[in-house]
């Protein structure tokens, strides 16, 4: 095995989109950011040296960081952020995974623009479970705002109300022709005629699942979030935030240019939020379209309307583990989270934005989610500080009520708390993410640090345990970090926890953090030295 250096200089880099330059956070001028490149096994070390003007922290989306959970990056939950001028070097080997993961800030909105593939190859000597392909791309996904991304935020955060919506989606970093203004910002993939190509996905976008679809191609879907899946073909791929699908491709149409679209799937309240639709161009080595008058546009692909719910739901529940898995079990932990939107009543002596005078926020089990400030939760865990969190974050609803059906607000009023659930080490936890509509019904891609966990299944409605149970797949579940939870439905995930530290569980819409939509685990030592979490690194950033 390797170590791989790395260095991040996180720094303010004017960036072009849209015939308007502005400068936006990057690492070390990149946009995206760089591609890491790991084989299972290896080790990673990056310094990041933090130039720009705002607090940073780097996330490693998917990584499992056994016992090096100060490497896993979300501020103020395993670190205090790295301030302007600052510097702190993460440090972590990738243990049994392969396949295409990301990195991205974790902190504040600064994932906007800072972000990178991490793409883990086979250990030395293995070779994919599939043809080798002739060629690789990353094929990252994005939103753009001609804004400062910091800004919208702040609004946000200071009226209550909904934030602006971005202005472009982006792949590669480059909006595509479609939009106004933007057709010399086309990422173009080189492909030759009968090749077989490995496409990896990566929904990088801050607030929208996305749909993709390319002209005239089927893609092959072989792996997610770093786990290899059952080959299936189709002709459309939905990402929330925060996955990743690895396709292959085979170039076996006549030599010449195809589209690539990605456009939101947005299920909530019957509207995009953003219809618009962004491109990348398929091109064949054939001097051949657009013509040499440029007059023909390459072939476009057929996208699912935004709210073609039946198509998401077709592709999330066709994504399997390759082979039976050994699941595990008994279950020690029976746990049922509800997610989901409310509305806050307004501080008195302000004004908010948001419906009737209220403020948006999120909660899971009605507990809205407040990140410390005095110390990382982890810090005040292993220096055993009190009074920056409890650990009381309840089990189950204390309230039980038609969650998905039409809620009024009052019953559910949540409240503002850094409440963590204590596992024990080596517990398996059985986990149903109920969805509601109390004021929003949405989906919502639940993410978990520091884990991989199984799929069991997914429903519309109120989970019930004695009819849905009987739904489980239990022989071949995908193993994933991220779960999109329906609209008006639930899933349900099974993982280990084997893995000590604390472990934010949220949902990957940066808005819905923002409104609190997000808890943590503390998973407690096991019992020898190789059960336990490394000591801090010496270099780790105090608040
Ligand atoms: Cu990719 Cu907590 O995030």
Request: charged share 15%; hydrophobic share 35%; aromatic share 12%.
């Amino acid at each position: 095995a390797e170590v791989h250096n790395h260095d991040f200089v996180i720094q303010e880099t004017p960036v072009k989109r849209l015939c308007k330059t502005h400068n936006i956070i990057t690492v070390n001028g990149q946009f995206p950011g760089p591609t890491v490149e790991v084989k299972n096994g290896d080790t990673l070390v990056v310094n990041v040296v933090n130039r720009g003007q705002y607090n940073v922290t780097i996330h490693w989306h998917g990584i499992r960081q056994m016992r090096t959970a100060w490497a896993d990056g979300p501020e103020f939950v395993t670190q205090c952020p790295i301030r302007p001028g600052g510097s702190y070097t993460y440090r972590f080997t990738i243990k049994g995974q392969e396949g295409t993961l990301w990195w991205h800030a974790h902190s504040s909105w600064l994932r906007a623009t800072v972000y990178g593939a991490l793409i883990v190859y086979p250990m030395e000597n293995n070779s994919y479970p599939f043809t080798t392909p002739n060629r690789e791309f990353p094929v990252i996904l994005g939103e753009w705002w001609d804004m400062n991304p910091m800004d919208v935020v702040r609004e946000a955060i200071r009226t209550g109300a909904a934030p602006n919506t971005s202005d472009a989606f982006t792949i590669n970093g480059q909006p595509g022709d479609l939009y106004s203004c933007s057709s010399n910002e086309t990422t173009s993939f080189p492909v030759k005629a009968g090749e077989t190509n490995l496409f990896r996905f990566i929904n990088a976008a801050l607030n929208n699942e996305l749909f993709v679809s390319i002209a005239g191609h089927t893609m092959t879907v072989v792996g997610a979030d770093a786990s290899y899946t059952k080959p299936f073909s189709t002709s459309t791929l939905m990402l929330g935030p925060g996955q990743t699908t690895d396709v292959l491709i085979t170039m076996n149409q006549p030599p010449s240019s195809y589209y690539i679209a990605a456009r939101a799937y947005a299920s909530a309240q019957g509207v995009p939020f953003d219809n618009t639709t962004t491109t990348a161009v398929l091109q064949y080595d054939c001097g051949c379209l657009p013509g040499p008058d440029q007059s023909l546009p390459p072939a476009s692909p057929t996208l699912p309307a935004f709210n073609d719910t039946a198509t998401a739901t077709a592709f999330s529940t066709s994504v399997k583990s390759p082979a039976p898995v050994k699941l595990p079990g008994p279950v020690d932990e029976n746990l049922f989270f509800t997610v989901g939107l409310g509305l806050f009543n307004c501080p008195p002596g302000k004004t908010c934005g948001g419906p009737n005078g209220t403020r948006f926020g999120g909660s899971i089990n009605n507990v809205s989610f407040v990140l410390p400030s005095s110390y990382s939760i982890l810090q005040a865990h292993h220096l055993a500080v009190q009074g920056v969190f409890t650990s009381d974050f309840p089990a189950t609803p204390s309230t039980k009520f038609d969650y998905t059906g039409n809620v009024s607000r009052n019953l559910w009023q949540p409240s503002p708390a850094t409440k963590l659930y204590k596992l024990k080490y080596g517990s398996v936890v059985e986990l149903v993410l109920q969805g509601t509509s109390i004021f929003a019904a949405e989906n919502h891609p639940i993410h978990l640090h520091g884990y991989d966990f199984y799929i069991l299944a997914e429903g519309f409605g109120n989970f019930n345990p004695a009819t849905d149970r009987a739904k489980f797949n239990l022989v071949d579940p995908p193993l994933r970090n991220t779960v999109g939870v329906p609209v008006r439905g639930w899933a349900v995930i099974r993982f280990v926890a084997d893995n000590p530290g604390v472990w934010l569980l949220h949902c990957h819409f940066d808005v819905h953090i923002t409104w609190g939509l997000a808890m943590a685990f503390l998973v407690e030592n096991g019992y020898g030295e190789l059960e336990a979490l490394e000591p801090p690194p010496t270099d780790l950033p105090l608040c």
